[in-house]
Structure formats: C-alpha cells, structure tokens
C-alpha cells in the first residue's frame, strides 16, 4: 500500500465516530444536546468516511490494473 493509500485509512479511521472525541455535551456545546444535530452530525462523519473508503478502494483498483498492466 503506498503512501498516499494509508494517509486515505488513517483518515478513513479518524473520522469514524467515537465517543473518545469529548467526555459530554459541555466539550461539544449545547446543541450536542439535541438529537436532530448528533443525528445529523454522525450521519456527516458516516457520508465522509464512505467517501473516503470509495476513494481508497479506487486507488487500489487503479493500483492493481496499474501493476497488472505493466505485468502483462
């Protein structure tokens, strides 16, 4: 995997929702509170993180034909 592949799964990894992020709504601000926002907000960090799989999985692809390729 080269290096611009494993920077994509680290973010992919970073950006999947965890509690460890803040210990309660005061670190967050008040409207952490109301579930419309945390609802909206980890469905965003759910899309990012999809996106950013689709976008490793399309370097990997392109990587693979690439050697395949060159092989061939």
Same mark, same amino acid.
């Given at each position: 995997?080269?290096?611009? %592949? ?18 309660? %709504? ?12 945390? %609802? ?23 990587? %693979? ?8």
């Amino acid at each position: 995997m080269g290096k611009s %592949a494993r920077a994509v799964a680290g973010a992919i990894l970073l950006a999947l929702p965890c509690r460890a992020w803040a210990h309660g %709504a005061e670190e967050l601000g008040h409207h952490w509170d109301v579930p419309a926002y945390r %609802a909206e907000m980890l469905t965003q960090v759910v899309m990012m993180a999809g996106v950013s799989a689709l976008v490793l999985g399309g370097m990997l692809v392109r990587n %693979a034909l690439r050697r395949r390729k060159e092989r061939g």
